[in-house]
């Protein structure tokens, strides 16, 4: 399989505990994404790297959200000290440059008990 | 997103019936891109709309972009129950051109 993979599918968690998911793009893709989505709505932006690089991040990631992408290939996405309100499904999402189409993984559903 | 609108939240058909699903932009379109959900799964990549006036098709699936009016319309063909789930359309637009802005997506059912 070659498209987007994230890890895990689901996660359950104890409030306060600290969560780390993965992505891992389609290969060659410059741009990785991350997203949050809630039942009910559409996806959010949370950040995205070109390559490395992180170049945004959105006001919704808070100081308790770190994302990486250390050599430009797969991503993490750690969730310190988790809240209730982080229940989510998590999306990750890539694309070869800004206008071309963005294939999403099947996200990582967190439920922070 | 309010930036970005969707009309109908949910939408239910019978089989064969022939459905438009609008999305609509309140800043300018850079980009439009259709998505399909299913409940708990990650979004499918549907169809890609960069031009205004664009039509795109896939199976039974057109979607079309109104730079102008700054909305897409996804019109599905003779529905069927395989075409049962969540459209999401997302765009680049003005302001935040840089990631996709979602709509809060519409549910379909059809019905057999």
């Known amino acids: 399989d070659t498209g987007v993979s994230q890890n895990p599918r689901h996660k359950i968690t104890k409030r306060g505990q600290n969560v780390t998911f993965r992505c891992d793009p389609i290969?060659?893709?410059?741009?990785l994404y991350w997203y949050r989505q809630t039942l009910g709505q559409g996806p959010e932006f949370l950040t995205y790297?070109?390559?490395?690089?992180?170049?945004?991040k959105s006001r919704l990631l808070s100081d308790r959200f770190s994302a990486e992408r250390p050599k430009g290939s797969f991503s993490t996405l750690e969730i310190q000290r988790t809240e209730q309100g982080d229940s989510a499904m998590y999306l990750c999402?890539?694309?070869?440059?800004?206008?071309?189409?963005?294939?999403f993984g099947q996200g990582t559903r967190l439920t922070v008990v | 997103s309010q930036e970005l609108e969707q009309s109908p939240q949910s939408l239910i058909v019978q089989e064969g019936k022939n459905l438009t699903i609008n999305c609509t932009s309140s800043?300018?379109?850079?980009?439009l891109y259709w998505y399909k959900q299913k409940y708990g799964e990650g979004l499918i990549f549907l169809m890609m709309?960069?031009?205004?006036?664009e039509e795109k098709s896939h199976e039974k699936i057109t979607a079309k972009l109104d730079e102008k009016k700054q909305q897409s319309s996804l019109h599905i063909t003779a529905s069927q129950p395989s075409h049962a789930g969540i459209y999401l359309c997302?765009?680049?637009?003005?302001?935040?051109?840089?990631?996709?802005?979602f709509g809060s997506g519409t549910q379909l059912t059809v019905l057999p």
């Open positions: 800043k300018t379109l850079y980009g």
């Open positions: 997302g765009a680049l637009i003005s302001g935040s051109a840089r990631q996709l802005t």
């Open positions: 709309l960069q031009k205004g006036g």
């Open positions: 290969s060659e893709h410059n741009r």
């Open positions: 999402a890539s694309s070869l440059t800004m206008n071309t189409e963005a294939f």
């Open positions: 790297f070109q390559n490395e690089a992180q170049l945004e």
